[in-house]
């Protein structure tokens, strides 16, 4: 999902819930310091995604991990059972972003890209179109119905598959 939407809080909550490792692809970057430069227009570092994937490959073989991370098209598709896409309403992500320091084309280009639903667009490209779902998450009511939904999901799967 677009910056803002709630990706952190509900997978942070997720993995404390369901008993599985949280990674958030932002500071696993940050800490390994896996980037390829520095995007002076949106004033952030450059992701290295192969660089990413490598240090994350041996934590994902073994399964039972929440990724939190923007984008999803450079991860491999083996990794993941299911992908998530959280989708706000541009009157909460804005104000959202603002608060984050967002501004100019930084903050417009994150609003149109929920807009045109880029990244449920990328994430239908790069997956299976039946394990890609889309959740709001706009209000706290949101992210408890998302939590139990994928609850639900996580001890289905769990009872199908061990």
């Not at 990706?7 to 942070?12: A, C, H, I, M, P």
Request: aromatic share 12%.
């Amino acid at each position: 999902g677009t910056p803002g939407v709630g990706k952190t809080t509900l997978g942070k909550e997720l993995a404390s819930r369901a008993g599985l490792s949280y990674v958030n692809v932002g500071d696993l970057a940050k800490e390994g310091e896996l980037y390829e430069g520095f995007d002076e227009e949106y004033d952030c570092p450059i992701l290295d995604e192969d660089r990413v994937i490598d240090e994350l490959e041996e934590k994902m073989s073994e399964g039972g991990v929440v990724v939190d991370y923007h984008g999803c098209d450079f991860f491999p598709e083996r990794w993941f059972h299911i992908v998530f896409v959280l989708r706000t309403d541009n009157s909460f992500l804005y104000d959202r972003l603002e608060s984050r320091g967002y501004t100019g084309k930084k903050l417009q280009d994150n609003i149109q890209c929920e807009i045109f639903q880029t990244l449920y667009e990328e994430a239908m490209l790069s997956y299976k179109k039946e394990i890609v779902h889309q959740l709001p998450s706009n209000t706290p009511e949101d992210l408890e119905r998302n939590l139990d939904q994928i609850m639900q999901w996580i001890e289905q799967w769990m009872k199908d598959n061990n």
